[in-house]
């Protein structure tokens, strides 16, 4: 099993739309969770960070973390053409000293005007 | 601005041929990796530092080495290059369990 698992899409989903990302992870001890955006030959950039249970609310953006499940989301409202892109989840393992960023494979989301 | 910076952004080279990558960030980061990236593969970890003078494998460290002497720099090296290590290369820089910043890149061609 790989230690961060993510649907390799591609994910295609109409202007104005929900697009929704799901991230599993193996380690029940992580403690840190990230997505992260990357367009085509370009570096990762951070969209959201998540610590606790629950949801977080950045703009159109809404992560989703539930521990017990060992699952994290990403929910884009209002889906834009430029939101179409790779989008990386990444997890940080149990130990606070041991910054060892496990990341998945990658969504590739295509929003079509 | 607060920044990761890797130089070279391109480099093509040949089979053998020694080379180094610089990754500088001023962010005054304990942490720094470095990261390839192939097709289907998604990124994966070559090595990481977390402090001056102490570094650690990561998934995939045949081939590399590494240096951390000061703080903001975390070069990569490669002894002999291969084509097999022909890739997009990113370095990375964080604060302990933090999120990373990421470098624009090094994409490398071997022939």
Known sequence: QKEVEQNSGPLSVPEGAIASLNCTYSDRGSQSFFWYRQYSG????????????????????????NKASQYVSLLIRDSQPSDSAT????????????????????TRLTVKP | EAQV???????????????TVT??????????????????????????????????KGDVPEGYKVSRKEKRNFPLILESPSPNQTSLY?????????????GPGTRLTVT
């Open chain 2, 23 to 56: 990754c500088s960030q001023n962010m005054n980061h304990e942490y720094m990796s470095w990261y390839r990236q192939d097709p289907g593969l998604g990124l994966r970890q070559i090595y990481y530092s977390m402090n001056v003078e102490v570094t650690d």
């Open chain 2, 90 to 102: 990113f370095c990375a820089s964080s604060s302990p369990g933090r999120e990373q910043y990421f």
């Open chain 1, 42 to 65: 370009k570096s990762p950039e951070l969209i959201m960070s998540i610590y606790s249970n629950g949801d977080k609310e950045d703009g159109r953006f809404t992560a989703q973390l």
């Open chain 1, 87 to 106: 989008y990386l989840c990444a997890v940080n393992p149990r130990s606070y000293n041991n910054n060892d960023m496990r990341f998945g494979a990658g």
């Open chain 2, 5 to 19: 910076t890797q130089n070279p952004r391109y480099l093509i080279t040949v089979t053998g041929k020694k080379l």
